[in-house]
């Protein structure tokens, strides 16, 4: 169907409508809404573990020898520290980038190779910890001119933190870094 020939000015309010319904049907099923509501109660759980997680992750990666940034809100000098302060109760996500010092896409890749507790997934969010390598993965076609404009350096590698003991998150991405 092209939403613009079938509903003209309308197309975005009926594509919008339409979609949801055509994927996930009229009704929630009841095991579906249980599976949903108890997401939500536990949601401020995980996400207090997330945070903690992320930032103890980020300033642990800024200590060690082989990274050479770490993009984190939660830092206090990211540009965007005071929007979390003010908007967030202090408590960034649980989404980090980092970019290594030497190696570029090769070592960027071997990194996210050598992960073990890490998914290697481009999913955020989960309550497991995923990781992505995008200058290898999700952003591999793009040419070094492309990869800059999408914000996206060849060193750098994505994580997206869970709910994992640190201790096991950290040392699983210390023995990657060895591997870089």
């Not at 929630?28 to 997330?50: H, K, V, W, Y």
């Not at 071997?110 to 992960?115: C, E, K, S, T």
């Not at 390598?133 to 999700?138: D, E, I, K, Q």
Request: proline content about 5%; some cysteine.
């Amino acid at each position: 169907m092209v939403y613009t020939e079938a509903l003209g000015p309308a197309a975005y309010i009926g594509r919008a409508r339409v979609v949801p319904l055509r994927n996930t049907g009229a009704a929630i099923s009841p095991f579906n809404a249980f599976l949903t509501l108890q997401g939500i109660e536990t949601l401020p759980l995980r996400m207090d573990r997330i945070c903690e997680n992320t930032l103890a992750i980020a300033k642990h990666l800024q200590k060690h020898p082989k990274v050479g940034w770490v993009q984190y809100a939660g830092l206090p000098e990211h540009p965007d520290h005071a929007l979390v302060k003010k908007y967030m109760s202090g408590r960034a996500s649980g989404i980090l980038s980092f970019g290594l010092k030497q190696g570029g896409r090769e070592a960027g890749a071997r990194v996210l190779d050598a992960l073990q507790l890490f998914t290697r997934l481009v999913n955020i969010g989960d309550a497991k910890s995923l990781a992505t390598h995008p200058a290898s993965t999700t952003h591999r076609q793009l040419s070094p001119d492309e990869l800059a404009k999408a914000g996206v350096s060849e060193e750098m590698l994505r994580l997206s933190i869970g709910i994992e003991h640190i201790d096991d998150l950290i040392e699983d991405l210390d023995r990657a870094l060895a591997a870089a």
